[in-house]
Each structure stands twice: as structure tokens, then as C-alpha cells.
């Protein structure tokens, strides 16, 4: 199965399960120090903006160099705590749909050509060697991954 339609699967599978939770349980964080599910649906929110970028730049270059980011900076920014819990699920939705069409539209060519310069060692969430080539399919489908893991950490909370 493709990324983009594993991507596809894992939010339609996801979507009414979350709608299903209210705005106010959204809110509660599991544990102290951890995140709420609208701070979860956050950072995945911040995850598709970085990545929709990198898929993207990735099919004009020959390497897999990306700028990291602080999530736990970005998550307290967005103010995710205090969203609107049907306003993050839509763009949360919204965004990772475009994200499966840009998975859709890359050419197998660019997605599975090895890239011995990348540095997936340090942004991806099962970190790829800096010694060993890396493919733009690789980081397509350890973003499902990453995306699939939150998705089940919000779902033994609720």
C-alpha cells in the first residue's frame, strides 16, 4: 500500500473516532507533562506543515536535508490547548489529505531513488544512519508512522 493511501486510511479510520470526543475531554491532558489531545492533534498539525514542505522541496533536489523544529515550542505557540477541538480536526483532516495527493503526485523516480545525503538521522521518527542512503518513500511512510503512533496515544487515553 502506498503512503499516501495508508496516510488516507489512517484518517478516515481515525476522523470520527476523534469527532466523536468533546471539546472540553479534548482539553484534559492524560498525565501531568503530557499532552492534551487538542496539544496531540496540534503537533501532528505541525508535523504536516514541516513535512508537506519537505515532500515538496524533496522532489526538486537531490538530497534529503531538512531544517528540524522544537515541537514542544511550536505546540505551546499554536496555543493548541486552547483551540477550538472541531477547528484542529478540520485543518488536522484538511492538511493531511493534501499531503496524500503530494504523495500521490511524486513520481516513483524521485520517491524511490536512494539519497546517500540526508540527514533522517536527526527529523525522521525511526532515524535512518547518516552511512546508510535513505528514499523520499522511506520519510513518506515513517510520517504515517509517526502520525498512526499519536493517533493510537489518543485513543488509549480516551
Known amino acids: 500500500m502506498s503512503a499516501g493511501?495508508?496516510?488516507?486510511?489512517?484518517?478516515?479510520?481515525?476522523?470520527?473516532?476523534?469527532?466523536?470526543i468533546s471539546d472540553s475531554?479534548?482539553?484534559?491532558?492524560?498525565?501531568?507533562?503530557?499532552?492534551?489531545?487538542?496539544?496531540?492533534?496540534?503537533?501532528?498539525?505541525?508535523?504536516?506543515?514541516?513535512?508537506?514542505?519537505?515532500?515538496?522541496?524533496?522532489?526538486?533536489?537531490?538530497?534529503?536535508?531538512?531544517?528540524g523544529y522544537d515541537q514542544e515550542k511550536w505546540v505551546i505557540l499554536g496555543n493548541y490547548a486552547?483551540?477550538?477541538w472541531m477547528s484542529l480536526l478540520s485543518l488536522f483532516r484538511e492538511f493531511n489529505l493534501q499531503i496524500a495527493r503530494v504523495m500521490?503526485?511524486?513520481?516513483?523516480?524521485?520517491?524511490d531513488a536512494p539519497r546517500s545525503r540526508h540527514n533522517l538521522h536527526q527529523v525522521a521518527w525511526s532515524s535512518v544512519p547518516e552511512s546508510q542512503p535513505a528514499t523520499l518513500g522511506y520519510?513518506?511512510?515513517?510520517?504515517?508512522?509517526?502520525?498512526?503512533?499519536?493517533?493510537?496515544?489518543?485513543?488509549?487515553?480516551?
Open 5 to 20: 493511501d495508508r496516510l488516507r486510511d489512517a484518517i478516515e479510520a481515525a476522523y470520527p473516532r476523534l469527532t466523536s
Open 25 to 67: 475531554d479534548a482539553a484534559i491532558p492524560p498525565a501531568p507533562g503530557k499532552w492534551s489531545p487538542k496539544e496531540v492533534i496540534g503537533h501532528l498539525i505541525d508535523s504536516a506543515s514541516n513535512n508537506h514542505q519537505r515532500f515538496v522541496r524533496a522532489n526538486f533536489t537531490d538530497d534529503l536535508i531538512f531544517a
Open 82 to 84: 486552547n483551540a477550538p
Open 104 to 111: 500521490d503526485s511524486t513520481p516513483s523516480s524521485v520517491r
Open 139 to 158: 520519510f513518506m511512510n515513517d510520517y504515517v508512522d509517526h502520525l498512526e503512533h499519536h493517533l493510537r496515544q489518543i485513543g488509549t487515553v480516551l
